[in-house]
C-alpha cells in the first residue's frame, strides 16, 4: 500500500521545528511520499529546500489567494522554478473571498489566471483553494482551460 499526503506545509515553523518527529510518524503510518505546498515565492526556498533534502518530500510552486502583500509570480517565473524535478505541481492558488476584505477581486483572478497558465505550460497539475468564491473558481478554470492539466480542489 502507498499512502501520499497531498498536502501539507512542514516548512511551517512549528512544523518545521518537528521534522524529525512528523518524519518519523509519516514512516510509522505508512505515508510513502508527501507534498510541502508552497504559499508564497519569498518562503519557496524552505519548501524546494525540503524536497532536495528528502527524496520522498516533493514541493509545489505558487502563491496562496490570501497573500496579497508579497510577490506575485508572472507565468514565466513559474514555469522556470517548476522546471526543477522536484517540483511536481502549481499552487496552492485559487479564490478566497472569505478571508479578503477587499471588493474587487480582479487581483485575486489575475493572479489565478496566472497559475493555470503556468500549469499548463508545464504539464503540472494545480492545487487549487477555494472558499466562498465556487462559482467564479469554476468559471475561471473553465475560461482558461485548466482541464488541461487537472489538479486538486
Given at each position: 500500500?502507498?499512502?501520499v499526503?497531498?498536502h ?7 512544523l518545521h ?10 514512516r510509522?503510518?505508512d505515508?510513502t511520499?508527501?507534498?510541502?505546498v ?5 518562503d ?7 524536497a532536495?533534502?528528502?527524496?520522498h518530500i516533493?514541493a509545489?510552486?505558487?502563491?496562496h ?24 505541481a ?10 479578503c ?12 489566471r ?8 508545464t504539464?503540472?497539475?494545480?492545487i ?13 478554470l ?6 488541461k ?5
Amino acid at each position: 500500500m502507498q499512502i501520499v499526503d497531498s498536502h501539507c506545509h512542514i516548512n511551517f515553523d512549528e512544523l518545521h521545528k518537528r521534522l524529525p518527529e512528523i518524519l518519523e510518524n509519516a514512516r510509522r503510518n505508512d505515508v510513502t511520499h508527501m507534498l510541502c505546498v508552497s504559499l508564497n515565492l519569498e518562503d519557496f526556498p524552505q519548501v524546494k529546500k525540503l524536497a532536495d533534502d528528502h527524496e520522498h518530500i516533493f514541493a509545489s510552486v505558487g502563491v496562496h489567494p490570501c497573500y496579497e502583500d508579497v510577490k506575485e509570480p508572472t507565468v514565466e517565473e513559474l514555469v522556470d522554478i517548476a522546471q526543477d524535478s522536484n517540483i511536481v505541481a502549481i499552487g496552492e492558488t485559487g479564490l478566497d473571498y472569505f478571508r479578503c476584505e477587499d471588493d474587487d477581486m480582479t487581483w485575486q483572478h489575475d493572479l489565478f489566471r496566472t497559475h493555470i497558465r503556468a500549469a499548463i505550460a508545464t504539464d503540472k497539475p494545480l492545487i487549487i483553494h477555494t472558499r466562498s468564491a465556487k462559482e467564479d473558481t469554476i468559471r475561471i478554470l473553465k475560461e482558461e482551460n485548466a482541464e488541461k492539466v487537472g489538479g486538486v480542489i
